[in-house]
């Protein structure tokens, strides 16, 4: 059976790949950008939570298959959570993310190291054809850096540094970030559901 990943964007559906097989789902995992007659969705929810399910109903409604949605971002204590779910186009231009992660740090100039706590969030959001909808969330906490450091990853992951860790999200291999991130632990928390979906 088939399952849609509703993202666009290709680093998560890297990740989602190795996640999800990791926990031993099976469905063929079918990108968004195979059904482009699906327009962009309007992520006008308040919580990662709303924006995920929004992304996975429009994928379901359209597709009558089952579809996984992730809404993350970048929640900094100082910042009373911002970026938040506006971490995608914190610099104005969607997807920038060399933009985003400047700006954020000339944000954070003046905040010293015991100040500069901060977390990653994702929700993943399955819904299934027939309305049945779940929503399971992650974090993954650690510290700001001042300057970036790491080619992995995408994101913010060359300047969060996660708690128990001396290296940035970008400086850990694929297989030790989904070991410990947001959307590890969230699909994780998820992939129960997945493999009881109903067969089509
Ligand atoms: P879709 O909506 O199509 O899934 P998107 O990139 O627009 O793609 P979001 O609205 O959920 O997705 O925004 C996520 C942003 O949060 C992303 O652009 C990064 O800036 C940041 N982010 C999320 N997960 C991250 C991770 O694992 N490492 C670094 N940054 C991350």
Not at 17 to 33: K, P, Q
Not at 122 to 137: I, K, M, N
Request: glycine residues 10%; hydrophobic residues 45%; contains cysteine.
């Amino acid at each position: 059976h088939r399952l849609v990943l509703a993202t666009r964007n290709a680093h998560k559906v890297t990740e989602l790949r190795s996640i999800l097989a990791d926990a031993g789902i099976t469905a063929e995992l079918v990108g968004a950008d195979a059904f482009p007659e699906v327009g962009d969705v309007k992520e006008t929810g308040v919580t990662f939570a709303e924006n995920a399910l929004l992304k996975a109903r429009a994928l379901a409604a359209a597709t009558r298959l089952p579809a996984v949605a992730d809404d993350s971002g970048l929640c900094v204590d100082v910042l009373g959570g911002a970026p938040g779910i506006f971490s995608a186009r914190w610099a104005g231009r969607h997807g920038d993310d060399r933009a985003n992660l400047e700006l954020l740090l000339a944000q954070l100039a003046d905040v010293s190291d015991p100040h500069r706590g901060a977390h990653f969030a994702c929700a993943a959001a399955l819904v299934l054809p027939d309305g049945t909808e779940r929503v399971t969330e992650g974090r993954l906490r650690g510290t700001l850096r001042h300057a970036p450091a790491g080619a992995g990853g995408f994101g913010y992951d060359p300047i969060l540094q996660p708690d128990g860790d001396t290296r940035t999200c970008a400086e850990l291999s694929p297989a030790e970030k989904n070991a410990i991130s947001h959307r590890g632990l969230a699909f994780r928390a998820l992939a129960a559901e997945i493999a009881a979906m109903p067969t089509s």
